[in-house]
């Protein structure tokens, strides 16, 4: 695994809290372990994205956000583009997500991640992210039609998907 940033991923100057949670994401794709993720989380920390009607909170909520990330892929690698941060603690993240479905299906989709961190630990994590990559079976790679997991389709039409 790579994990090593680089001008790619990341822009000169990221704290060392955009650095770690980066390559933290990057790990936890390698390994399909999300405990290296978890660990960044506290009992106070909030997770969101657009198909929850609540935002998930502390260890637990980490533990069923970044679990259910890891599921649809075979593999999977996020690439970032862009890092935006204030002194307050807050990083915008743009990324590109590129891999393959369970399905055999390539995937890539893009997205952006607000993540505040303070001391080593995430406060709050909302990502917004194309997720008609998924439901169409389509990469955006090359604009061409995939094979569709059908089984991940029903799940995000019927709102059983959360990633």
């Known amino acids: 695994m790579d994990t090593q940033t680089s001008d790619q991923d990341t822009q000169n100057g990221s704290s060392?809290?955009?650095?770690?949670?980066?390559?933290?994401?990057?790990q936890i794709e390698d390994s399909k372990d999300p405990a290296a993720m978890i660990a960044l989380y506290t009992e106070e920390s909030t997770l969101w994205k657009p198909s929850l009607q609540q935002p998930l909170e502390g260890v637990p909520g980490a533990t069923?956000?970044?679990?259910?990330?890891l599921v649809p892929f075979a593999h999977i690698?996020?690439?970032?583009?862009?890092?935006?941060?204030?002194?307050?603690?807050?990083?915008?993240?743009?990324?590109?997500?590129e891999g393959e479905l369970k399905s055999g299906a390539p995937i890539r989709y893009t997205g952006v991640s607000l993540v505040r961190m303070l001391?080593?630990?995430?406060?709050?994590?909302?990502?917004?992210?194309?997720?008609a990559?998924?439901?169409?079976?389509?990469?955006?790679?090359?604009?061409?039609?995939?094979?569709?997991?059908?089984a991940l389709v029903s799940e995000v039409a019927s709102g059983q998907l959360e990633e």
């Open 119 to 131: 001391e080593g630990k995430v406060e709050y994590f909302r990502t917004y992210y194309d997720s």
């Open 77 to 97: 690698h996020s690439r970032f583009n862009n890092v935006i941060e204030n002194s307050a603690g807050d990083i915008v993240l743009e990324w590109v997500g």
């Open 16 to 26: 060392r809290n955009a650095i770690n949670f980066m390559q933290t994401l990057q």
């Open 64 to 69: 069923k956000f970044w679990s259910e990330y």
């Open 133 to 150: 990559a998924f439901l169409m079976g389509k990469s955006v790679n090359d604009g061409q039609p995939t094979e569709a997991n059908s």
